[in-house]
């Protein structure tokens, strides 16, 4: 895998998510930090893929596998849990940190639940 890893955290992700990742040893930079608040989900899309950097998110539009086909993209990780209070969100970047040192992100959707990771890769 290679290292370090380029990241961008949606908006709806906590900002704190780019310092874990960051402390890890990636590069991560938030939509906010950018001035993309509020812009389309295709507008985000195509600015990661430009940048090469893996989309962490929230939106579970973006495990539309038709609309965001993940071999197009350098990575997109949509977390899934009902409670989306800043701690929790964090715990799961802290996963997302751990299954990194045994696999890419490199043209996988990965689907974070409480209990699992699903990873679909590219077809």
């Known amino acids: 895998m290679r290292y370090p890893l380029k990241f961008k955290t949606d908006e709806n992700i906590p900002v704190e998510a780019c310092q874990i990742l960051q402390h890890a040893g990636h590069d991560a930079v938030s939509v906010l930090d950018q001035r993309l608040g509020g812009h389309p989900d295709m507008d985000i ?54 299954v990194l040192r045994s696999e890419s992100p490199h043209g996988h959707l990965w689907i974070i639940e409480h209990n699992r990771i699903r990873i679909r890769g590219p077809e």
């Open 45 to 98: 899309a195509a600015i990661c893929k430009s940048e090469s950097r893996v989309l962490i998110t929230l939106d579970t539009d973006f495990g539309n596998i038709l609309s965001y086909p993940p071999h197009e993209f350098a990575g997109i990780i949509v977390i899934r849990t009902d409670d989306q209070s800043k701690n929790r969100v964090l715990d799961f970047i802290h996963r997302i940190i751990n």
